[in-house]
């Protein structure tokens, strides 16, 4: 196949020396393009089963900004489809007719000037395809962004840390970190989630493919978003944006439960933290160190805001932001030494001893 032609006088009289795709680059474009085929079909045929995590997948959506997000998606890549179809198979026809043939003897084809015809349909066509994917965009932007808050929305406060996520009911008194609980909403009787977004250091953006798109926190620039999931599960988030070293680990997770489920989780969290004797140890242990600095858990003196709320530690399925698995070997590694689990991270190692470690972490494992 040749894609191109060199000419140069020699002699007096014009040659055409032709490029020829080499076979192996035949090859690589073949194999790219099955890969990319494939990817699709791996994207669109996943589905998210039962109620326990899953990957991304903005093709998979579960709330109405994440569909609206997901239709204007397809949209704009079947347009995109169209115009790459349109084009690659004028550039194979063009090829393929206009190729040197041996009768040609090295002349140039016919060639042909100032259609103006042709002028005009280039310039038009794309703007009304420009156009028309403004006023698609603007029409899901004004729906998303300009959506009324109903009076019995659920209120919570995101806010972004390094590199951790903060989240705040003002209405309920409950404040916890990186696992977000919200109702499902029916859609006969909706029961939305707005969120206003905060940022306390620098640049975050809070993104869960299956419930919203991106939405960026900004230090001192309140922001906001909202989500009305359709069905229980949990789903993934990220930070997608750049924010620092540990930008990748800051990892979120959404658990979308039915009004019991999500009831009996409001008045669990609104408990004081449990007062267990056997691990008076440990509490002393992390009072007289730096944690409670750091740290909050209700009903003690610890009352910090630079780290996340312990109040209910235990009731989490993750921690260091769902870098890690929530167990007992994975808690103790982290209060030992952070760097092992997030290096990076701004917590300290806090040099304990064994009999303090081991105190603390027992203490930990009754904040649920």
């Known amino acids: 196949m040749m894609i191109g032609s060199v ?15 080499k076979p192996s680059t035949l090859r690589f474009l073949a194999q790219t393009i099955l890969l990319l085929f ?13 109620s326990s995590a899953h990957g991304t997948n903005i093709f998979a959506p579960t709330s109405t900004p994440a569909k609206s997000i997901a239709e204007l998606s397809i949209f704009v890549l079947t347009i995109t489809g169209i115009i790459f179809v349109v084009v690659f198979v004028l550039l194979a026809y063009s090829i393929v007719k206009f190729r040197e043939r041996a009768k040609d003897s090295g002349r140039e084809p016919a060639q042909v000037y100032g259609s103006t015809q042709i002028e005009v349909a280039w310039t038009i066509i794309p703007i009304l395809i420009v156009v028309v994917l403004f006023l698609a965009t603007a029409r899901v932007i004004h729906a998303i962004q300009d959506a009324p808050e109903p009076t019995d929305a659920v209120q919570v406060t995101a806010i972004g840390h390094q590199y951790w996520w903060e989240f705040r009911y003002p209405k309920l008194g409950i404040v916890t970190a990186n696992e977000l609980h919200i109702p499902v909403s029916d859609p ?24 919203a798109g991106k939405t960026d926190l900004i230090p001192n620039h309140p922001n906001r978003m909202w989500m009305d999931p359709q ?21 979120l997770r959404v658990s979308v439960d039915g009004p019991e489920d999500f009831a009996a989780w409001v ?57 890690a698995e929530n167990t007992h070997d994975n808690l103790r590694l982290w209060i030992q030494n952070p760097s092992a689990i997030k290096p990076g991270s701004l917590m ?10 081991d105190a603390v972490v027992s203490y930990m494992e009754t904040l649920r």
Not at 231 to 251: E, P
Not at 275 to 304: K, L, Q, S, Y
């Open 348 to 357: 300290p190692a806090m040099k304990l001893s064994d009999a303090d470690l």
């Open 231 to 251: 069905r229980t599960g949990v789903f993934l988030g990220q930070c997608a944006q750049y924010c620092g070293v540990q930008h990748a680990k800051m990892l």
């Open 7 to 21: 000419s140069e006088v020699k002699n007096g009289r014009r040659e055409t020396s032709m490029l020829k795709m």
């Open 188 to 211: 006969n009787h909706p029961t939305p989630t707005f969120l206003q977004l905060l940022s306390v250091d620098t640049d975050h953006s809070f993104w869960v493919p299956e419930l």
């Open 267 to 323: 008045r669990a969290q609104q408990k004081p933290a449990v007062e267990d004797a056997g691990a008076i140890a440990g509490r002393r242990v992390f009072e007289r160190n730096a944690c409670m600095n750091c740290h909050a858990v209700a009903g003690t003196p610890a009352n910090g805001r630079f780290g996340p709320d312990l109040t209910h530690l235990m009731s989490r399925v993750t921690i260091a932001a769902g870098a």
């Open 38 to 50: 494939l990817s699709g079909v791996a994207v669109w045929a996943s589905e998210p089963k039962g």
